[in-house]
């Protein structure tokens, strides 16, 4: 179940989270880089509904991915500085990043809410829920010095 909180949805989905496109462009990825290594002077390519996917893509993917999972341990690390425990700091991060609903632990379960938690949390999983949305990549662009000069 916590794979499908990362994972979120299908491309053109509300929810956040790494998107199914993605997952399938990685796995494409990781299996070409495999057999590059078993047959380094073969010639293999990604393909997706029977096009091929080009270079740009799949850095982008991969770099989103990166992103994505940093932007997880960072929230992760940031909630737990908060007092609570790893697992529910862990699924508070998740859940924000792919605005999926419930976490994981005693206060943010399936069972509970996340009104327990320390308002600090919340302003971090506000955060987390804006950058899930807006995909995180785009949240990065103002610290750029090309957005400011053109």
């Known amino acids: 179940a916590f794979l499908l909180m990362l994972i979120g949805g299908c491309t053109g989905s509300t929810v956040g989270g790494i998107k ?44 989103y991915i990166f992103a994505y999972l940093l932007l997880l341990v960072l929230l992760t690390l940031a909630i737990s500085a908060f007092g609570l425990g790893f697992t529910e700091s862990l699924g508070a991060a998740a859940t924000a990043l792919g605005n999926v609903g419930p976490g994981l632990g005693p206060n943010s ?10 308002s600090g949390v919340k302003w971090l999983m506000s955060f987390g829920m804006l950058a899930g949305r807006l ?13 400011w000069r053109t």
């Not at 995909?135 to 957005?147: G, N, V």
Request: proline share 6%; hydrophobic share 45%; glycine share 6%.
């Open 135 to 147: 995909e995180i990549l785009i949240l990065l662009i103002p610290f750029s010095r090309s957005f």
């Open 20 to 63: 199914v496109f993605r997952v399938l462009i990685m796995l494409k990825t990781l299996r070409m880089q495999v057999r590059r290594q078993i047959y380094p002077h073969g010639a293999f390519r990604v393909t997706f509904n029977g096009e091929t996917v080009s270079d740009t893509i799949r850095t982008g993917v991969a770099t």
């Open 109 to 118: 379960g399936p069972c509970c809410t996340f009104k327990e938690v320390p």
